[in-house]
């Protein structure tokens, strides 16, 4: 109850005295009155009553009364807040239960146990370790097959998980590989069990679904099983020194493919290319411009690097590369797309390699990028949930590295001109080049390796559709080469490496899956297909520890880099989109067309994106649809049929889920900016008129501008020009600036006009400093599975909204009415007190 | 105690702000802090708020055959300090010669282990600058001897002429950021394998001066000024120099 509304009871009173007994109010009481009743009763006007006041007043005293928390400043508490409230009680526990972050003292104990018995000596004998694999694969087969009556299924159900739960605490790689194998079990008994207990052989439609989901459930797995053997072991491994006599360095040519991309995407790459510490002889930099565009020319001219083109633009980038390297002479070349701008340290860091290892041919570092990428931007996680690349950069690559599998992704690398011209250039056969181009290194015996450490930073894609058509190229391109070139076949390759490549181009084929898994449900609810023979109890009691394992290991996988439940997300939003192409590519390679990703693009206006998300609106009507049929199934149905209604709903209710994440990911929000702000806290002076000097710390930077806090609030007004010293190392640099805007103790300040010097300058400061990008993940915390659930939820939530908002104008354009009813319920509805005191009539 | 001088390459150079500028940051910082005014000039007392019209200090207390240590006085802030005072003392006809000053501290730094004073207190001494061809005033007698410069032609050169100075640490006060000269001297300086140079400068600062016209350092008067971020900088990587110092003791 609002106590607060009580505390000024006499000014209503004496209104109500005025009113009743036309006593003369003094005027500043009258004012005190209205003002309190403006601030309790915003949305009724006491001195020009309408007719429906006669609603809204009670309404609103009932809600001032019974529902507003004191002090409290939104009317519904967000969704979130409701998640945390729910987790206090119950979910707490739970979360608890898969927390690791407290081994506790049985999980230290098994460590040791584990160490002692892993380090034992007789694993050295030949004669022990043989018998002894033999004999844990014959177990193992023996798990898998062996059919158990429901009751010992149960057993083996709750001996696995207790197993995981316990294993899971224990830190350390050893457990991390139990727990893989404990899932593997799991996930092959369940598919064993699949394949031979539950296809309906006698109903041709069961049989037929049945085997297309059996079928799509043998590629999770096969992917599954790959996707642990590439990541067992991320190699993580470090820099190497270079000698320290800088003659032996070698000359490195730094390649900046472009084709039309403004010039002031390509400036800061540029520049930052040229401040990379490198022997200044044995460093060219080369502007490769598709575009033959004059500005860029002139602009090469300016600073002092090398400007290429060429008569053609045949096989776009890859056709670019190898041109330029017919026309240079380095003996290393470090590859840059146009707006990853490198670390001075980024040569330093990742040269050393090259000495150490002759037959090394490729060091490539991960892409980082300092905007979120669509997904990011319209679900709101930047910074808090890992996003689509960080599994790939943070963990996929490093874990290739250990089998000699890490290929090139087209940027921020370095390769050794050597095996570059032996398999001639920049693979062009297909549209992802760089890949193949490393596929086609190794299986000459070269070598590659990954460095974890971002030492360049870019541009994410800008719009949902560009984000998804370089997503589409990706995989078509993967699955181009899985077709011309297959890593399983063909000569020069170690098995893990054939499994590493495989394991890259069969994920993208997660289209067709991912739609499969959607819709599955349906086949049950809408058609009554019983696509799995078996009963109710049965399906749970096998499937529960198929999924729970392989989201638990995969959980302490990839935790750092990817939540639990966001692959599901990313994929799905995607799986429609990349299911056409690498169908038609998985067919004829030769077929289909190819775009260049918009870069530094604008979305100007918050909307939703009807056309990406159109088929997903399909799938979500077929689900609702499904839900109701399932409800009806329910109430009017066959009886025995009851606890297989529920799993199928359930599982329906998860897709549903998922897509309203998926649908959260189709509202794009706007973008303000054409220049992207990057977290940034280094000092910076402020040059005040008369010298006066005051320091504080920067917030963000961009190319344009730079966010400073004040340390008194009316230190600086909007317009006024100063200046201001950032630091490189000791060496103070000084740029003019233009003060933007001035928001309590933050502001925003605009470079006025700065020069090369200055620009480069800048970039010196800021982004190329080596440092820039390795805190990136600083304030991020562990996944915790259960927790990821609930963001997941209330994403999906939000993106039932989001659809629902927009819509709501669609549909009001066609029916005026709805807009009227609206309208007209709106104004009933009571209101938020307003915290105003300057409210006058 | 730990001693540490203060002396500048020539007048004028900010010697005197330096002295209590790093006092004052030093006591923010938690240390107990005394400062010993060596310079004639007396302006040390100026910062700390001592009223003009006194005129007592380290000379008047060793004319008077009194112990130097009463003439100690304590800021506001709580810094502790020992003003030089105005009046003359019999050696003054030479002008406070060298030897006299340096005879002084030597007798002022064995009797004030005498003192009650904390045993990590830091005393900062304000040296008067360095005179044609002579070494740094306490050379020897205390732990740091910082001698302070300003990024100009002069002082480089002034710099150069005298390299190289044993025992001196430089301390670059005054720099303008937004002159590229300036900040090439610091550079080159910086550079010079003769000379050590601390790897903080101070910028120079308007704020300096107006805190003085209030009688104040600008940790009072402007806080969040630049001059106040670098001395407090400054005052960190001196504490932590003679930590280490004491380490490899």
Redesign the interface.
């Known amino acids: 109850m609002s106590l607060e509304a009580l505390r000024h009871w006499p000014g209503p009173l004496w209104w109500l005295m005025g009113q009743l007994f036309r006593l003369p109010v003094p005027w500043h009481q009258q004012a005190a009155m209205y003002r309190w009743w403006r601030k309790w009763f915003p949305h009724v006007d006491i001195l020009h009553p309408r007719p429906l006041d006669v609603i809204r007043i009670p309404v609103q005293v009932l809600w001032l009364l019974l529902v507003i928390p004191p002090g409290a400043r939104k009317p519904w508490p967000r969704i979130g807040e409701w998640l945390r409230r729910l987790e206090h009680v119950s979910i707490g526990m739970l979360v608890r239960v898969f927390s690791t972050e407290n081994p506790g003292p049985v999980a230290k104990k098994l460590h040791s146990v584990m160490r002692e018995m892993v380090e034992h000596p007789l694993w050295d004998q030949r004669w022990f370790r043989w018998p002894m694999l033999l004999l844990g694969l014959a177990g193992a087969i023996l798990v898998v097959t062996v059919p158990y009556e429901l009751e010992t299924q149960l057993w083996l159900l709750f001996a696995l998980l207790l197993a995981a739960l316990l294993i899971r605490r224990i830190p350390g790689r050893l457990p991390t590989l139990v727990l893989m194998a404990i899932s593997l079990l799991a996930s092959t008994r369940y598919l064993w069990w699949r394949y031979t207990t539950t296809l309906n052989w006698d109903d041709s439609l069961d049989l037929m679904l049945g085997l297309i989901l059996v079928g799509v459930e043998t590629y999770a797995w096969l992917v599954l099983l790959l996707g642990y053997i590439q990541t067992a072991w991320p190699l993580q491994r470090e820099p190497v020194p270079l000698p320290e006599d800088e003659s032996l360095w070698p000359s490195v040519d730094v390649y900046i493919p472009t084709y039309n991309e403004p010039l002031h995407v390509l400036k800061p790459t540029v520049l930052a290319a040229r401040q990379m510490d490198w022997p200044a002889d044995k460093l060219n930099i080369y502007i490769l411009d598709d575009g033959k565009r004059d500005e860029i020319r002139r602009f090469a001219e300016k600073v002092g690097v090398h400007y290429l083109d060429r008569p053609d633009n045949r096989h776009a980038k890859a056709g670019n590369l190898n041109h330029a390297l017919t026309k240079t002479h380095g003996e290393f070349i470090a590859i840059f797309d146009c707006d990853h701008i490198p670390t001075r340290s980024f040569l330093q860091t990742s040269m050393g390699w090259f000495f150490k290892d002759r037959k090394l041919a490729l060091v490539q570092t991960p892409h980082h990028f300092f905007s979120p990428d669509p997904f990011e931007r319209n679900l709101g996680t930047f910074g808090q949930v890992p996003n689509e690349n960080e599994l790939f950069y943070g963990l996929v690559q490093d874990g290739n590295d250990l089998w000699n599998a890490t290929f090139f992704c087209g940027s921020c690398a370095v390769l050794r001109r050597g095996p570059l011209e032996e398999v001639g250039g920049i693979a062009v056969e297909t549209v992802t080049e760089d890949a193949h181009t490393a596929l086609k290194m190794h299986r000459l015996g070269y070598r590659s390796a990954y460095l974890s450490q971002p030492q360049a930073a870019g541009l994410a894609t800008e719009s949902l559709s560009a984000h998804v058509g370089q997503r589409i190229r990706w995989a078509r391109g993967m699955t181009q080469i899985f077709r011309i070139d297959n890593p399983m076949l063909g000569k020069g390759l170690n098995p893990v490496q054939r499994l590493c490549y495989s394991n890259a181009m069969l994920h993208f084929l997660y289209g067709i899956p991912r739609l499969v898994f959607l819709t599955a449900p349906l086949a049950f609810l809408l058609l009554h297909a019983y696509f799995i023979h078996a009963s109710a109890v049965a399906i749970v009691l096998y499937v529960v520890p198929h999924i729970f394992h392989a989201n638990l290991t995969n959980s302490r996988i990839q935790g750092k880099y990817r939540h639990s439940f966001w692959a599901e997300v990313y994929e799905t939003a995607l799986a429609w989109y990349i299911a056409r192409p690498t169908t038609v590519a998985l067919i004829d390679p030769g077929k289909g067309s190819f775009n260049v990703t918009a870069k530094g693009g604008l979305v100007e206006k918050e909307h939703f994106d009807w056309t990406i998300s159109r088929p997903y609106l399909v799938v979500l009507l077929l689900n609702l649809l499904g839900v109701a049929f399932g409800l009806w199934r329910l109430q009017a149905g066959d009886p025995r049929e009851i606890p297989t209604v529920i799993i199928t709903l359930l599982w329906t209710l998860y897709n549903l889920l998922i897509l309203g994440a998926v649908l959260a990911v189709a509202a794009e929000a706007r973008q303000v900016r054409i220049n992207h702000r990057v977290g940034l806290d280094v000092p910076v002076t402020l040059i005040l008129p008369g010298l006066h000097r005051v320091q504080t710390r920067t917030v963000d930077v961009s190319e344009g501008g730079i966010g400073v806090e004040l340390p008194e609030k009316n230190l600086l007004s909007p317009g006024q020009r100063l200046e201001i010293t950032l630091f490189h190392g000791t060496r103070p640099h000084v740029f003019p600036v233009v003060v933007a805007n001035v928001f309590g103790h933050r502001a925003g300040l605009r470079f006025d006009h700065l020069n090369v010097e200055q620009e480069e300058a800048l970039i010196h400061c800021t982004f190329s400093r080596a440092d820039a990008w390795l805190e990136r993940d600083r304030d991020r915390k562990a996944d915790n599975p259960i927790e990821s659930l609930g963001e997941i939820f209330a994403t999906g939530v939000r993106g039932y909204g989001a659809m629902l908002r927009h819509i709501f104008p669609l549909l009001a354009e066609k029916l005026p009415i709805l807009e009227r009813m609206r309208h007209f319920l709106w104004q009933l509805l009571p209101r938020y007190p307003v915290n105003n005191e300057r409210m006058y009539p | 105690m730990k001693w540490i001088a203060l002396q500048g390459l020539k007048g004028g150079v900010g010697t005197t702000t330096a002295v209590a500028h790093l006092g004052e940051a030093c006591h923010r910082q938690g240390r107990s802090v005394l400062l010993l005014d060596l310079s004639p000039g007396n302006l040390l007392r100026i910062y700390l708020g001592m009223p003009w019209e006194v005129r007592r200090g380290l000379v008047p207390a060793l004319t008077a055959g009194t112990p130097w240590y009463q003439a100690a006085y304590r800021s506001a802030s709580g810094v502790q300090f020992i003003p030089f005072g105005v009046e003359s003392h019999p050696l003054a006809e030479q002008g406070y010669s060298r030897s006299v000053l340096r005879q002084w501290f030597r007798q002022i730094r064995q009797e004030a282990a005498e003192l009650q004073l904390q045993e990590d207190t830091l005393c900062i001494v304000d040296c008067p600058a360095l005179g044609p061809g002579e070494d740094l005033l306490l050379q020897d007698l205390v732990e740091l001897h910082l001698l302070v410069v300003n990024p100009d032609p002069g002082c480089f050169a002034s710099l150069r002429q005298r390299e190289p100075l044993p025992g001196a640490q430089v301390l670059i006060n005054r720099?303008h950021?937004?002159s590229p000269l300036e900040?090439d001297l610091?550079?080159m300086m910086?550079a010079s394998p003769a000379v050590q140079v601390l790897?903080?400068?101070v910028?120079?600062?308007?704020?300096v001066p107006e805190s003085l016209a209030w009688k104040q350092t600008v940790f009072q008067a402007?806080?969040?000024?630049?001059?106040?971020?670098?001395f407090a900088l400054l005052a960190s990587w001196m504490l932590s120099q003679l930590r280490e110092t004491e380490h490899v003791a």
């Open positions: 720099l950021a937004e900040c610091q550079d910086m790897p903080v400068a910028q120079q600062d308007s704020h402007a806080p969040a000024s630049q001059a106040a971020q670098d």
